[in-house]
């Protein structure tokens, strides 16, 4: 019910700036410790770790029925299933890369699935102190002032976000620079800020006008995908159908327009496994 969602978000806002004051006080930690997942460029710190378990664990004491998608378990051998019970998933630090780096753009990501379907959307950057935050028919928010896309229907006029990504599989590469090249020469810019998250939120709130990517998994655009419709954006799959939340490909723009010339022109890749 709407007032159990209240609850709910009441309870995760507290978590997640709970987890920005872990985030920001480990920054700019010259010594973090890193480790390496599905190769030498996809990494997790003990931070990610520690965020994740203060987010599972604060949840899980006040709803001990809700279920967990959390990208850290995922790594440690948690299955990544979606049921229709409530379900938190979670990406700890998004932009991990960065966070290693001291480059001030990562963000905790973590949204509520219901029935399969978003209800609660929250990303928040702490080292700048941005927290976008939606909820299911009420809008989309930065730090509390409505959030609204661009109406941006132009390509050439378009600022389009993409990642070179955390995998180094030549295939993917290629594909990577293919796209690279054709944009360049057709929108108005091209910017790869290191969160997907933090892309899809640059797009709600107008500052980009559209993002794709391959190779993200469900827990990089699960809040994402929220903020962005409540924004008034469109999310769907990079060849134009339905977005596949397991199919690890994204994207988002500001105007249907935008989409569709997207959808033209990208070369297509399907990574492998799906979440
Ligand atoms: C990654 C970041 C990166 C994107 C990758 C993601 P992580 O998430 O969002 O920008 O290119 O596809 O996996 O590993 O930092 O949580």
């Known amino acids: 019910s709407t007032q159990d969602l209240d609850v709910f978000y009441d309870t995760v806002l507290n978590l997640v700036k709970k987890a920005g004051e872990l985030i920001n006080e480990k920054i700019s930690s010259r010594s973090k410790l890193i480790e390496m997942k599905s190769g030498d460029i996809d990494l997790v710190t003990e931070t990610d770790q520690q965020v994740e378990k203060l987010l599972i664990d604060g949840l899980s004491n006040q709803f001990p029925d809700h279920k967990f998608i959390g990208e850290e378990s995922v790594a440690g051998g948690s299955q990544c299933i979606l049921t229709d019970a409530p379900t938190w998933i979670i990406d ?18 973590i949204a509520l699935f219901v029935n399969q379907k978003p209800e609660i959307g929250i990303i928040y950057n702490p080292m700048l102190n941005q927290l976008f935050t939606a909820r299911k028919g009420k809008g989309a928010f ?3 002032s409505s959030i609204k896309v661009s109406e941006k229907t132009n390509f050439s006029e378009a600022l389009i976000m993409m990642e070179f990504g955390t995998s180094r599989d030549q295939d993917k590469l290629n594909v990577v620079h293919e796209n690279q090249k054709i944009l360049m020469s057709q929108v108005h810019g091209l ?12 797009v709600a709130c107008g500052a980009a006008d559209a ?10 655009i699960a809040a994402g995908e929220l903020i962005v419709t409540e924004a008034g954006g469109v999310v769907m799959d990079p060849s134009g159908g339905e977005i596949d939340r397991f199919s690890r490909r994204v994207l988002v723009a500001g105007t249907q327009e935008i989409a569709e010339k997207l959808v033209k022109n990208l070369v297509q890749f399907h990574p492998t496994p799906r979440d």
């Open 211 to 220: 993002y794709f990517e391959y190779g993200i998994h469900i827990w990089d």
């Open 92 to 109: 700890p630090i998004d932009g991990t890369m960065n966070f290693v780096h001291s480059f001030p753009h990562s963000c905790v990501s």
């Open 142 to 144: 930065l730090n509390g």
């Open 191 to 202: 910017r790869a800020l290191g969160s997907a998250a933090l892309d899809m939120a640059m």
